[in-house]
Structure formats: C-alpha cells, structure tokens
C-alpha cells in the first residue's frame, strides 16, 4: 500500500511540474529556493520509482521467458504426444512425443486434418469427443483406435481441453494421445486370467467357496452346492456360521476358521452337514489371496469330501483287525520293518520271544535284538531280498532278549509293497528254535570266542601287529651278516662280530616266531617241548604287564630235564591264562600281589603249579569255575571261556586241571599232563625234492614295500646270475608285467594300496602262465583268507626272515617246477 502512495504522489508532481513548465514558466522564476528544492527532492523521487517499475518489470519478463522455456520443454519432452488442434481439427502444433507416435515429423504433420491419423471406425467418435470440448470448454476423454504413418493401428486413450483465448473464445483444443497398447494387453491377459480361474472353480470337482476377509461368501462353485445340497443363491452372502456348518460342530469348524483368518492356511479335516442333514467328512485345504501390498483381502478354499475313502479306512480297519486277530493267535512270530529297519508291526508272539512290549518294540531297530555278531549277516539277507524281490526262507537268526537272553529263531523275509506297489519295508516270519540251536550255538561261540579271548589275554595281537615290521628289517640283518660272512676278504676280528650279530638276528627270530606259534597263527603240532622253558618264555613275554602291575614272580622250577610231547602253542595258552587271571585278581584286590610257580616231576606226570595271594575263589563257585561262559567279572570284562579253555586242551592232552582255594588267601591252579615218551608218527609227507638246478639267465621281478628286502633280494639274486628287476608296489609292477616277459615274480603279501593277494589275481587275468611262476614273501602272521588263499592256489612262498642260501634254493625250486 505504500509504494502504491509513494507512486500516486510521484505522479502527481510530475504532472504539476509539466503543467507549470508548459502553462506558467515565469512561475519556477518566482519560486523561492525551498520550495524548488522541495519540487527537486520529489522529482527524485519519482526518477527513483521509476526506475525500480522498470526494474520490476524487465524481472518479471524474465520469469515469464524461463517459464515460457519450461513449458516448450515439458510440452516437447512430454512422454504423451500433444497436438494442438483449431476448431476444424486442422493440427497447429504437435510435440515430439505426437509425431514419434504417428510415425511421422513434426512440419508433415502440421496443417494436416487429425481425423486422418485416426481409423475410420474410430472419426465419429472422435468427433463427437472433439465437438463436446470445444462445446463445453471442459475437458473430455475417450478411447479409439489411431493410425500411424505406415499403416499400422494402435489403440490409444485421448484427453482435450479445450483452450479459451482473452475475450473467453475458443478457437482451439489442446488434445493428449497415449497408447494403450500395453495396457489393453494387460486387460486381456486379466481377462483371461479371470475366466480361466473361474472356468477352474466352475469345472472342479471338489468344492470350491471364495469368501471376504470376514467369512462371507463371495462365490462358490457348483460342485460345493452339488456336495452339501444348497443352492448357490443359498450360500452367497452367507457368512458365518454358514448353512452347512453342523450346529453341534460350530465351536470347531469356527475355530479352525479363525486360525485361517489368523494366517494358519493348514489342511484340516471336519465334519459338514448337507441340507436334509446328514453329515459327512471333508478336508477343507483353505488359501489366501493377497492385494499389491501383501494383505489378505480374500481366501479361498477347497473342499474334498472323503466319505469314500473314510469307508475305505474302516473296511481297512475291520480287515486289519481280522488280519490282527489271526496273528495275535498264531505260535510264530510276525513282524514288519521299514525300509530302514525299525519295527512297524509285531504280533504278540514277537513280543514274548523277544521278552519286549509291543510299545518298546515298535520303532526299534532290528538291530537292537540282533546278536552283534549277526548284524551284518542279517542286514546282507533283507540287502538280497530287496535287491532281488525273491523271498529268503528259513535263514538263523541269532536274538538277544530284553533280559540278556541269547536266543535263536528261523525266519523268513519278504518284500511289504504299499496299494501302489511301491516297496515300502519288509515283512517276516520267525519260528524260535532256541531249544534246538542251542547246544550248536554254545560250541560254535565256544570255538570262535575261546580263539578272541585267548589273543586278547595274550599278545598275540600284538605280534601279529610287529611281526611284519620286525621280519623286514630282520631279514635284511641276518641276510646281509650272511653275506658278509662268506666273503673271504672278512678279518676275523670282523668276522666274529659278524657271527654275533648273526646269532642276535637269529634269537629275535626265534623270538617272533615263538610269538607267532603262541598266537595260534601256526598249525597246532605236537613235538617234544621243554616245560620249564615254555614257563620261562611265557614269564618273558608277561614280564612287562607283570612289573607295572607290581606282581612279583617266584619261580622254583625242578632240574630234572621236563620233556614232553605236547603242543607248544596250546600250552603256552593254558600258563597264559593261568598267569592273566592271577595277576587280574591280584591288582583288582590289592593293586600288587605274589605269584609262585613251581614245577616237579612225579613218576610219569609233570606238574605245575600257579599260587597267587588273591581274593582267592567263594567256595559255592569253585566247582564252577571250568565250565563255558562262566565269569565273575563284569559285563564286558569277561567272556567266561579262558578256563573251560584251558580245562579243554589240558584233556586234550590226557591231563587235569584243578584250583584249590580259600577266601581272602588266594588261589593255586595245577596242571598235570603225562610224560609221553616219543612223538606221534609223522604224517606221510611229500616226495622229497632233490636239490634244483639253476636255471640260467632268468629274469626276476621283484615286488616290495621295503627297500632292504629289494636290495637284499636283488644282490642275492643278481650274483646267481639272474637278471633282477624291483619295484616298490604293485601298480607299477603291472606296467612291467604287461610290458615284458619275466620267468618268475617274487610277492610281498602285505603292501599298501594293492596288497600281495589283489597283484596275484590281477596276473591271472593278463598273463596266466606267468601266475604259476609267482612266489609269495611273507613276513607276518598269515590270516584265515591268506592260508585259504595259499592252500586253494598252491603259491610257494618264503617265510620272513629269510637268508641268502634260503632264497637262492627257493628260487632255483620255483624255476624248476615251472620250466
């Protein structure tokens, strides 16, 4: 309000100041100086305001050119095409957009008829649309089809306004084009999409209801009106609780619908009711659909009566329990397993044989009543019967009851399929021969367990473990010291340190050797046998456990010469035992103890005696101690077979075997065997062999692990003549094999990777003649396989340690078989 005073005042003394210039000039002349000073200041003044009008008005210019700018921009880069038509529909202007969209450029199209970019079947509506803008002067919109400049059709949606001039005329419309192809294409797809669900839900065959997001129904399909008996204008707009909800299940069919409500969209199973009230059972599988955002608008759910298969489940049931009935009655046992071998079904007979529940059995693996020992051989028989889908009758089963009961049944297993064939576990039969097995089950444990107990309270194990690595290394000791010793160049002094060195090589020999005999790893004989030196060199082998345990040994061994025939191995065995079992009760009762062993000669017995300062043995349990599976150790401490073993060779022997005993004052063992005068008769063995002879200029391969066998063997072999040739392994024996000739092959059993046996085999398969010309090197204890292996296949082999003269004649006789 100001600068509008401001200004008025300027103005009027502007024009006083003309009017007095143009009508009164003489006036100015009669002014006095302040009052023209007055008239100067407002003339300023005015200059002033003047100026900043102006200033005003080149700013405001300005604003309208940029925004003038931006509007050409907007309209030019707009992404719809804007044509500007007159009242004629003759295009004045267009942007970029609109003449991209028609194909065609901007001054073409300029001047041209709109109509003629439009498809005929679309100019009357186009025109009516046109006309209404141009009538009302509001904005109108429609939906048409548009033609490019090359033909081709597209719909598109137009928006005009028409464009009022100052005097409020209107001579033109400013008309927006968009194509909507994309979008018509969406509307069909959603069309589509639309029909194709609801032709779903129209055609399927179970039940079918959409309902809001408060339980009312928006659609249902005719197979749910069909299943419950409602019309369809029954059901839509119902909610809950709906017409075929039971009223005595409200409670539960509610609660499952609000945890649907809730988000659970779990299958559940309920009971519904159709219109003349009966009932009948469904699976209702419920759904939710979701807007853009994620919420549940809507839910959906599918509704299967399964009447059938619930009259299905109870004839299953009526004929499972008949099925039941008969097995319930039947003496044998009836079991089914799955395909992992837990226990699905048992009959009451299982449960007694077994001593277990049916609660405790169902779910149990087979193998929690299998005997250990029979693990494997079971599991191998259902492996066959799954594998082949033939039935195995009649095979032993060997059980352990709840009770620690061993007993033993005839089974037979076959095949369990589902109702689609499918093999979904086994089903079997078993028939408890306890009774008729058990005195063959008894001695065949008897053997194989009195085998395990023996090693293991012995160091057979053990020597079984060092033998190899002590026969290598030995081997080449006393080979070398041989060859040593047959040089001539040797100085005695030399040579008699050789000879020691010999003899010490000699004595771990025999040393090992004893360790195998006593380990049972070579067949029983029986020859004479110093008993004294059996107990010394059973002591030997204890001595350690023996010390660290604090036992003290006494020995009082009678002088007379304590000869005998007898096996070696055996006896050794029983004064094992004997010494195990002293020396056990002793650091068990006082963590150290006293061991006496004495022997003498009476008439034609030898007795030993084994006196330990033990807990001693309980009177009630003394006549006992001898008999199979008898133990007083805990469970896992003990098998009960060392005594009944020892009772078992010593009569083997012609002997006894007693214990004598009171509490708490230890225990003495006795043996007695007979002196036996001379040996059985020898067996009638094999033709002797004479010495062979050479054969000259024969290749060798020789195939071990140990670098001192190679070298050893080679020198040997190398200074007969032969041409030797050694290898580490057996892989790369094969390449030789297969890429040269050779007249024999010398073996190591025991290799790594590929062992002895395996290098054998595969010679057979590429040079069968060649097989025949194979000698095995031992140096170990031979298992049960290997000795079947070499007893099956006749392979000569050179036990380790081995010496030169040893070797050279093993290898002369190999060559001349095989010539």
Partial sequence: ????????????????????????????????????????????????????????????????????????????????????????????????????????????????????????????????????????????????????????????????????????????????????????????????????????????????????????????????????????????????????????????????????????????????????????????SPAGIKDKEGNVISYFALVKDITERKLAEEMLRQSEEKYRTILAEIADSYFEVDLTGNLTFVNDSTCRNLSYSREELLGMNYRGFTAEEDIKHVFQIFNDVYRTGEPNIGFPWKIIRKDGN?????????????????????????????????????????????????????VGEMAAGVAHEINNPLTGVIGYAQLLMDRKDVPPDIRKDLVAMNEGAQRVAGIVKRLLTFSRQTKPERRYVDINELIESTLALRAYHLRVNNIKVTTQLAPDLLETVADPGQIQQVLLNLIVNAETEMKLAHGKGKLAITTEKSDNTIKICCQDNGPGIKPEIIDRIFDPFFTTREVGQGTGLGLSLCYGIIT?????????????????????????????????????????????????????????????????????????????????????????????????IKMPAMDGVELYRRIQKIAKSLARRVVFITGDIMGADTEKFLSETKVAHIDKPFDAEQLSREVRRALTVVR
């Fill in 652 to 748: 083997e022997h012609k002997g006894k075997i007693y214990a004598e005993s009171k509490p708490g004052k230890g225990a003495t063992f006795t043996v007695e065997l007979p002196v036996v005068a001379e040996a059985e008769p020898p067996k009638p063995s094999e033709a002797v062999v004479e010495e062979p002879e050479k054969v000259a200029k024969a290749r060798i391969l020789v195939v071990d692990d140990e670098q001192v066998i190679r070298d050893f063997v080679k020198r040997v072999l190398a200074g007969e003549g032969y041409e030797v040739e050694t290898v580490d392994n057996a892989g790369d024996a094969l390449k030789k094999i297969e890429g040269k000739r050779y007249n024999l092959v010398l073996i190591d």
């Fill in 1 to 284: 309000m100001a600068k509008k005073k401001d200004k008025a005042r300027a103005e009027e003394l502007r024009k006083r100041a003309e009017k007095m210039l143009t009508e009164d000039p003489q006036a100015i002349r009669t002014m006095v100086p302040a009052d023209i000073q007055k008239l100067i200041q407002e003339l300023n003044v005015y200059q002033i305001e003047l100026e900043l009008q102006n200033e005003e008005l080149r700013r405001t210019q300005l604003e309208l050119q940029e925004a003038r700018d931006k509007y050409l921009n907007l309209y030019d880069f707009a992404p719809a095409g804007y044509f500007t038509l007159d009242r004629n529909g003759i295009i004045v202007d267009v942007n970029l957009a609109g003449s991209e969209l028609l194909g065609s450029e901007k001054h073409r199209l300029i001047g041209t008829q709109f109509t003629s970019s439009i498809s005929p079947d679309s100019q009357d509506a186009f025109y009516f649309h046109y006309r209404e803008s141009l009538k009302t002067g509001t904005k109108s919109s429609c939906e048409l089809k548009m033609l490019k400049a090359d033909g081709t059709l597209f719909p598109a949606q137009l928006i005009s306004m028409a464009m009022p001039e100052k005097d409020g005329n209107i001579n033109q419309c400013r008309t927006a084009v968009m194509d909507i192809t994309e979008r018509k294409r969406a509307e069909e797809t959603l069309r589509e999409a639309k029909e194709f669900s609801q032709s779903l839900i129209t055609s399927a065959r179970d039940g079918v209801s959409v309902l809001d997001n408060r339980g009312v129904h928006i659609d249902v399909n005719p197979a749910l009106c069909e299943m419950t008996g409602f019309l369809r204008e029954e059901l839509i707009g119902a909610g809950p609780p709906h017409p075929y909800w039971p009223p005595e299940q409200y409670e539960e069919i509610d609660r499952a619908f609000r945890n649907t409500l809730a988000g659970d969209f779990a299958d559940v199973e309920l009971t519904f009711m159709r219109k003349n009230g009966q009932r009948f059972p469904v699976i209702v």
């Fill in 406 to 458: 061993v007993g033993f049944v005839e089974a037979s297993v076959s095949l369990l399929h589902s109702q689609t064939g499918e093999i979904i576990g086994f089903r079997g039969v078993g028939r408890d021969i306890t009774e008729r097995k058990k005195a063959e089950e008894e001695r065949k444990q008897l053997e194989l367990k009195a085998q395990v107990t023996s090693r293991l309270a012995s």
